[in-house]
């Protein structure tokens, strides 16, 4: 318990100081924060579950639009914001920027939460591929629908309020860092206490033998249900803050980007380790710092490069990094092994 | 919990691996100036992102091997710092941040597209990069009030209204009934906006409004739609894609439409591609080879399209020849300047009025050139089977007559 604190104590002061040790980093640390907190909470469902959603990307785009749309839309017209022949120039002031952030915020992590119980109550009912197969509708139909309304923008896009200018030119990149660390940080206090309670054993037990946990008396729904509200409710957060630092919505490229970020958390979390806790954050960590060194050093083929080390991964980390070291150092996880008992084993074999 | 340690040595193996990463490029080193440039090499602009950085290059070199740069008495050589944006504005706008923050990148290029324009800009507004761009023409671009952004194209709403001011003239003045069909993306998008204008102006009547997905693969729903509603123009607008696909499924539904108007015909090398299919598609463009414009680097637009022919091996469409034109005005900016301030650069950028090969560059408050026409040109082929695009509007640079209606498939 003593050696956990000191790591997170660690974890928190590296999260605090890496915008002023890393200043030329900090979008590529806030994406980090962000991509954490999508992988971290698709495992709840993916891992702890066992239902592979690929609609989590749905919560995500939601949140995007919503907290951009409050934003503007408490000052000013939205459709007159986003219409692309308006010839007048609407500029928030640093107050009502941050207000709207902040409301912004509110409503995109509380409206997904409740579009997920809806969503929910309809399609958890079925299960394994089926249910992967229909959240991957989810993210399609969303991008689609988004992009022919007019009043976000449709196929032009939103342009999101530009950061006001208050403090220097570092102050942009340090608040969205900021943001994305302090719900990075609600996010695993939050998941981290969820699996300490009963709540999480039913997931599993949801996982291991749907059947036989609803014949033990559990309402398996319900507890589905709330486990993909609690997704929504950080994926609606993480789309959020995603909006105001790209500064751009697209609806297919930008919110509902099912091709990636709907693919990556899946892949982040497998990657790490699904169904442990910090198997999404290594995993996602991990993947970033991959992705961005494909970028720089294999222009044009980082898609190839990215390729092989999913092929990597599925064939020498099919429990992922996590899994992995578990397996190599099982004593380090707390797993007694009995040497003599062990070789006795293999002798009777 | 010995777990532990294996993640604190994580953290720490991150920790360094981070700090040993930061190498930083500056703007000017030694007799260098670097540009940074976000391109689609991947995705679904990446013919188009193509075309865009072949013409950067294509300038570069021409403007390096004439004597480059002159700046304080001292001459320095274009380079350019590419990424690959993957046609995506998420990733447009962290490497713009990558450009400028890690690369040290003072001056920007812009990527291919509106719709990265839109996504790049707000970063290179925040730490004051000027940005000449040749690819983002939506008017949105130019109504938000930024001060470094300049692009040398004429805006997205004014390709294809001249279209329809033509049909209109072909009809005696009186309105005519269009269908529209524009993908959803902020350039289309901004074209039918102009189409829309266009329509109000002249008394006409919309009959077919559809919107088309990206990655356009098939509008085969619309065109049924145009059989029945036999409107007397089918506008379509779906860049490179989008204007393939119209082709091929026009022609194999046999669609009969009077007038066909479209975008980026050239870019998809239609007239090569489709042949004899592709005739009498009108075609808006920004620029055209027989345009008369002059400059120093490039002489005239049949040279700059003899010589980028024998570079690259295919024809240069607009978009590259914007492109060259991107590093001309900042060239003359920078020697204007006299300086590498970037808010010096700035106001010489803003006070730009030049011509170039590609035509006359003269920005507007907004950014946007508003000393460069757009112009219209026909597909026409000769009875061998040899298409060409001809210029037909405006008549100042028309070299051919309009074709005007189209004669039916069955004639054909």
Known sequence: MKNNLILYIGILIFGIAAPFVFPAFKVQLSILCVLIVLATTWNIQGGEMGYNSFGNILFYGLGMYLCASVQVGMFFPLAEWTESGGEKTFVHTPAQFFQGMAVGLIVAAVVPTIVAGLIGYSILGLRGHYFAICTLGLGVAAGEISGGIEIIGAGQGFTTPPFPDVGSLDSRGEFFYFLSFFVLVLTFVTVRAIYTTRFKLILNAIRDNEDKAEAMGIETMKYKIIGWMISAFFCGLAGGIMGGLVGYIDSTDVAFDGREMGVFMVLMAILGGKGTLWGPIIGATVFHIFKEGFWTFFLGWQYVALGVLIVVIVIYFPEGIMGWLREKYPERFGEVVDEKDRKAQVELK | ?412
């Open chain 2, 1 to 412: 919990m010995r777990l532990n340690k294996i993640i604190l040595s994580f953290v720490s193996a991150l920790v360094i691996l981070f700090s040993t990463s930061v190498a930083s490029f500056a703007k000017v080193v030694g007799d260098k100036i670097i540009l940074g440039a976000a391109i689609s090499l991947t995705g679904k602009y990446s013919s188009n992102g193509v075309h865009t950085q072949n013409g950067y290059n294509m300038a570069v070199d021409r403007i390096n091997s004439m004597g480059g740069v002159k700046v304080g008495g001292k001459t320095y050589k274009f380079d350019i710092i590419y990424y690959d944006d993957e046609s995506n504005p998420k990733r447009a706008a962290q490497l713009a941040e990558r450009l400028i923050s890690q690369d040290g990148v003072e001056f920007m290029l812009g990527p291919y597209s509106s719709g990265l324009t839109k996504a790049i800009a707000p970063v290179t507004e925040k730490y004051g990069v000027p940005m000449v761009e040749a690819n983002g023409a939506s008017r949105s671009l130019f109504t938000k009030g930024y001060k470094y952004l300049f692009a040398v194209l004429a805006p997205a709403n004014l390709y294809l209204d001249v279209a329809i001011d033509l049909a209109v003239e072909k009809n005696n003045g009186k309105g005519v009934t269009v269908a529209m069909a524009f993908e959803q993306d902020a350039f289309s998008q901004d074209v039918r906006l102009g189409v829309l204008d266009a329509i109000k102006r002249t008394g006409s009547k919309k009959v077919i409004d559809d919107k088309l997905p990206k990655e356009l693969n098939d509008m085969a729903a619309t065109l049924v739609k145009v059989k029945q509603m036999k409107p007397d123009v089918l506008v379509v607008s779906g860049h490179t894609k989008g204007a393939l696909t119209a082709i091929r499924q026009i022609s194999e539904m046999k669609v009969d439409v009077p007038m066909l108007a479209m975008t980026h015909c050239d870019a998809a090398k239609l007239s090569k591609q489709h042949g004899k299919n592709s005739q009498y598609a009108l075609c808006a463009s920004q620029w055209h080879k027989t345009l008369t414009y002059k400059d120093d680097f490039f002489k005239d637009g049949m040279t700059y399209d003899a010589d980028f022919t024998k570079e690259f091996g295919y024809a240069p469409p607009y978009q590259a020849a914007e492109s060259s034109a991107a590093l001309l005005v900042f060239k003359d900016a920078f020697e204007r300047a006299n300086s590498f301030d970037q808010k010096k650069v700035r106001d010489a950028l803003a006070a730009t009025n030049m011509q170039t090969f590609y035509g006359n560059i003269k920005f507007a408050p907004g950014g946007q050139n508003v000393d460069k026409p757009m112009v219209l040109f026909q597909v026409m082929c000769d009875d061998a089977g040899k298409c060409e695009n001809k210029v037909v509007a405006p008549t100042k640079w028309a070299s051919a007559k309009l074709i005007h209606p189209i004669p039916s498939w069955s004639k054909r």
